[in-house]
Nanobody
């Protein structure tokens, strides 16, 4: 089972960029599929982007063309590059990893897009 720690959140102006990192400890991380989720106040947690163990990616329609998910299995880290940020991107962003019957969540990192 891996443990996940997110970092890279913060306050950014509309149109700006941030890169989130999800660092994993534990073995076999390259076998895990990883997703970035976000949860805005009063709303459900939703999937933003995911990457399979083989590197296949998927994105929510709301972030296509603006966000890019990638992974570095040597560093045991998954990244979410966010560009052209909008106020509606404001949320707590969570990293999730799963493989077979192993399932882990990070503690979340706050992203606030505001002028």
């Amino acid at each position: 089972q891996v443990q996940l720690v997110e970092s890279g959140g913060g306050l950014v102006q509309p149109g700006g960029s941030l890169r989130l990192s999800c660092a994993a400890s534990g073995s076999m991380f390259s076998f895990y599929a990883v997703g970035w989720y976000r949860q805005a106040p009063g709303k459900q947690r939703v999937l933003v982007a995911s990457i399979s163990s083989g590197g296949n990616t998927n994105y929510a329609d709301s972030v296509k063309g603006r966000f890019t998910i990638s992974r570095d299995n040597v560093k045991n880290t998954v990244y979410l590059q966010m560009s052209s940020l909008k106020p509606e991107d404001t949320a707590v962003y969570y990293c999730h990893a799963n493989w077979v019957n192993f399932d882990s969540w990070g503690q979340g990192t706050q992203v606030t897009v505001s002028s």
